[in-house]
């Protein structure tokens, strides 16, 4: 037994020598079980494929909504840009959300438009009509957006106010000239006709010597010459 067992402690016996010995069925029991782990060690492991898994029926729900949102969101501000046209000074630009799906989805946006007052009131007028289409050219205008749209109707009125103001003044300015053109002309007429009551001896003494001219004696050829 002091053999088997030193033996054993250093060197894997044969099952041949060890079905001869009282022990040997344990000794090769331990023999296979020692192969196999060893075998397994060896061997290459497989990957497992997980199953391509459904998100729950509420995640769903929301990841429609959010995509719903989104097309909502960009074709309102799509619009406000295109009824804007020159006066648009910035944007779109959107404020995102993820979702369940790890996308980033649009829940709202703004465009930048210009409401200032232009120097000319018919060009005031001008851009506070583009901008109230373009407050109002969404389907569903916003608080936001019907806020634009009063502003720009605030300017609109004043730019009208300001036109009938300088149409008015334009139609006095054009009744003083009128005025003052039929004074002067009152005037020069007042002139030539004390310029005539200036000399009435002088065009009587003519008118009569023409007068006298008729009934003189007849004149010789050269007088009648002289005379014409």
């Known amino acids: 037994m002091e053999i088997h067992s030193g033996v054993g402690a250093s060197l894997r016996p044969s099952p041949a020598l060890v079905a001869d010995s009282s022990g040997g069925a344990t000794r090769q029991q331990e023999t296979a079980s020692t192969a196999g782990r060893e075998s397994g060690e ?3 492991p497989h990957p497992v494929e997980q199953p391509e898994q459904t998100p729950p029926p509420e995640e769903l729900r929301l990841i429609e909504q959010l995509r719903q949102r989104d097309r909502e969101v960009r074709m309102h501000e799509q619009a406000h840009v295109a009824a804007g046209g020159r006066y648009v000074t910035g944007g779109p630009s959107y404020t995102y959300q993820t979702g369940p799906d790890g996308r980033q989805y649009a829940i ?4 930048q438009i210009d409401t200032s007052e232009e120097a000319d009131p018919a060009a005031t007028l001008e851009k506070a009509e583009t901008v109230l289409r373009a407050a109002l050219a ?3 205008p916003s608080g936001q957006d019907q806020r634009v749209a009063a502003q720009a109707r605030a300017m609109q009125i004043e730019a009208q106010r300001e036109m009938r103001v300088l149409e008015q003044a334009d139609q006095e300015m054009r009744r003083m000239e009128g005025e003052a053109s ?3 002309a009152d005037a020069n007429a007042q002139d030539t006709n ?6 009435p001896g002088a065009e009587r003494d003519r008118l009569e010597r023409r007068i006298a001219g008729f009934f003189a004696p007849a004149r010789t050829p050269e007088q009648i010459n002289q005379f014409a």
């Open 194 to 199: 004390a310029a005539g009551m200036q000399e």
């Open 182 to 184: 039929a004074a002067r």
């Open 108 to 111: 709202g946006g703004e465009v």
């Open 138 to 140: 969404p389907a569903e």
């Open 42 to 44: 060896n061997a290459q």
